[in-house]
């Protein structure tokens, strides 16, 4: 059997990654190329990896991450009360592994969703499922599966989310029919699978917000414990982008 027909074979199976990596050997001096078990090992690592970026790109792709932001873009500084020590623990994933939530609050235009959307990238690279959410997405989405009957489907989907990345909490009114959505979704995930929280409000204003004694302390008891918090602070990194570009 010649190359060409190797290469096409590569290709009818679906294994790319070996085809990139095979077309380039051949592509090198005969004196370079690799031989025998060498290039065997070669060409399977390369159509690992390949798999390995492709799911991740999957991943990104059906996480919609408000941002296109990474855990290297992360400003630590004590003025923003945010340590390196912080972000390389949650940057290993562990919390991930041990279903813990993480809470991240602040001022507004702080980074908040920033530092939310680059966990949420992390993860996507670690093998996890992850899906973005703000506080309207989420409404829009019960009321909607509410009328078409989908409402079951839509809390199966999001149960099998590793992580969820719930923006905005605070900004908009809640209904009874979220705040029991949402110690669902909380009760489901609880001590198995992890929420990423951020909002303007402070975690001691959020029993007020959720404005129901019984479900905000069902719902916090289940946000709240053995989560990672992060009260990020320092100026407005909005002002502060639109001040160095003028």
């Known amino acids: 059997m010649n190359t060409t027909q190797t290469l096409q074979q590569m290709q009818s199976l679906r294994l790319q990654g070996m085809f990139q990596a095979y077309q380039t050997q051949l592509d090198l001096p005969m004196n370079q190329q690799l031989e025998g078990h060498d290039l065997i090992a070669h060409l399977v690592q390369s159509e690992e990896q390949n798999r390995i970026n492709e799911k991740t790109a999957y991943y990104l792709k059906l996480a919609k991450l408000r941002l296109p932001a990474t855990i290297e873009q992360i400003d630590c500084s004590p003025r923003r009360n945010l340590s390196k020590q912080q972000l390389a623990l949650l940057s290993e994933g562990r919390y991930l592994q041990h279903g813990e939530n993480v809470l991240i609050t602040g001022a507004t235009g702080c980074g908040k969703s920033h530092l939310a959307c680059a966990l949420g990238h992390q993860a996507c690279l670690q093998g996890y499922k992850t899906t973005y959410l703000n506080m309207n997405r989420l409404i829009e989405k019960v009321t909607l599966s509410k009328l078409d009957g989908s ?7 999001l149960e099998r989310q590793t992580l969820i990345v719930l923006d905005d909490f605070g900004l908009t009114p ?3 029919e979220i705040r029991l959505t949402l110690l669902q979704l909380l009760e489901d995930r609880y001590g198995k699978k992890s929420i990423i929280v951020t909002s303007q409000l402070p975690v001691s204003k959020w029993h007020e917000y959720i404005n129901d004694p019984t479900l905000a302390d069902a719902i916090l008891d289940r ?4 989560a990672h918090r992060i009260e990020l602070k320092g100026d407005s990194m909005r002002r502060k982008k639109a001040s160095e570009n003028q």
């Open 151 to 157: 409402y079951i489907k839509l809390l199966n989907h």
């Open 174 to 176: 809640m209904t009874q």
């Open 223 to 226: 946000m709240t414990a053995n």
